[in-house]
């Protein structure tokens, strides 16, 4: 899988924002509210075929 990341501004208490379209992963996380590590750790927990099929991250050029 691929997961696209980037960083964006997000409601508070909403950290991290995901979309999965087939076999990509569209995420965005707030720096303000979580480390980017963390945000790949959550993904993993809400999206399992990011641990079972493995990934690769590409990040949004600012």
Excluded: N, S
Excluded at 33 to 50: D, R
Aim: glycine share 4%; charged share 15%; with cysteine.
């Amino acid at each position: 899988m691929t997961v696209h990341l980037e960083r964006a501004a997000l409601t508070d208490g909403v950290p991290v924002m995901h979309l999965v379209q087939g076999d990509v992963v569209r995420a965005a996380y707030d720096p303000r509210q979580i480390a980017e590590a963390t945000a790949l750790a959550w993904l993993c927990t809400q999206v399992p075929a990011m641990v079972t099929r493995g990934f690769k991250v590409t990040h949004a050029v600012p």
